[in-house]
């Protein structure tokens, strides 16, 4: 697709604002905003139907590049909010409208230095956290796991970037190897040899990268016998399960996000958690894991447009609204859990608020991601949580920085760690 594909989008969007607020049978007034951009920019051009309008003058060619466009497109995390929300009711396809729009700018020849800097790292050295290619597996040291590919195992487990590199999320890679040998699965890791995703990449408008790495996993799990690709980070999970189905790369085995895995493993009574940890827990959904998290949904066909509001599918087309992606997982596993009380948040679920981390937001305006991880940690507070767990380093990452500027009375986690001390 290019971004003249959605030009009928463009047009088509009444600028009714849906795309800022979750719908109002679901939350009050306080916690309505589910986009971080508009939140904190309060103009109408940092809406999803902001930028429609502004990929409609460039198009027409009433705006052309420059720093301001740039600085537009790029402070948004891709969250998918005002997606969804769009598809309340519509059919218009904000997200996709603006990857397509940074992946022209990046054929324009026109990029983010600090974006630039973190594809650099990608082509050098296989990590998008700006690190040297060597001691990537070096969390795993003494945790007895196969070698991928050089040994076959049944499951692999890809920590991804951000756990592989920061040596703070050791731990939780650590504990997620010792769960599952524990319930018997039969592991492995790449280690050193394991390689990005490339997810992050195509949310920064590169998408050959996405492909590039896709083709490369997917020698690496074919020659180890992988049947199925468990990953701890929800940006991975949304690159091998959905991404790589969309640009044609889909992996011939199971992805499985961890906390479902895990979950599964204690349904069947392969993982007994007896220790009881006394907690009251809130939820944060990962944007890649919930509302990203839902299965690709492959669509080949034309589009008539019939009047200024609408437009045709032949055959028929099947939106992505969100409504399957990963959120029982995670509850449940909470949920099993002795002690564990789980307290939700207002804004769940499909209409999470983002923890700020994505769409290159975290490498170029990271006063924007703290501000975002920010207003998550505030309302995260407000349940009277004591604990915030979440499913995906990046956020974790994001929310634990801005736990510790704040002050705040609340303990951040990922879920599989609360499932070591269960066990």
Known sequence: MALEDYEADMTRCSRCSDCKFAPASQLDEDRAEICPSIAKYG?????????????????????????????LLYQCQLCGACDIACKKD???EPLET????????????????????VIQSLDRSDNMVVCPREGRGEWAKGLGAKDLPT??????????????????????????????????????????????????????????????????????????????LVTSCAHCFHAFEVLYHKVGRKLDLEVVHVTDFVNRLVAE???????????????????HLGRLGEPWIPWEGTEKKVLQQLVLHDPPKTFRRGTHGVYRPPRELLGRIPGVRLVEMKRKEAYSFCCGSGGGVREAFP??????AGERLDEATETGAEALASACPWCIAGLEDSARAKGAPVEVYD?????????
Not at 169 to 174: L, P
Not at 367 to 372: L, N, Q, V
Request: net charge neutral; charged share 30%; proline share 3%.
């Open 43 to 71: 103009f109408h051009s940092y809406s999803g139907g902001g930028r429609l309008v502004a990929g409609l003058s460039f198009l027409s060619g009433r705006v052309e590049h420059s720093p301001s466009l740039l600085n």
């Open 90 to 92: 519509r059919e218009l």
């Open 98 to 117: 603006m990857i397509e729009f940074r992946a022209r700018c990046v054929r324009d020849g026109q990029t983010l230095p600090a974006l630039e800097r």
């Open 151 to 228: 040994e076959k195992a049944e499951v692999a487990y890809h920590a991804g970037c951000r756990l592989s590199y920061d040596r703070a999320q050791w731990k939780i890679a650590r504990a997620t190897i010792e769960v599952l040998k524990r319930a018997g699965v039969d592991v492995g890791i790449a280690g050193d040899g394991e390689i990005c995703c490339g997810g992050r990449a195509y949310e920064m408008g590169y998408p050959d990268r996405l492909e590039r790495q896709a083709e490369r996993i997917r020698e690496i799990f074919e020659r180890a016998g992988v049947k199925t």
């Open 269 to 287: 009574g392969r993982l007994t958690l007896t220790n009881e940890v006394p907690l009251d827990v809130t939820y944060h959904d990962p944007c």
């Open 367 to 372: 006063d924007f991601a703290r501000w975002a």
């Open 415 to 423: 879920v599989i760690e609360l499932v070591g001390r269960a066990l």
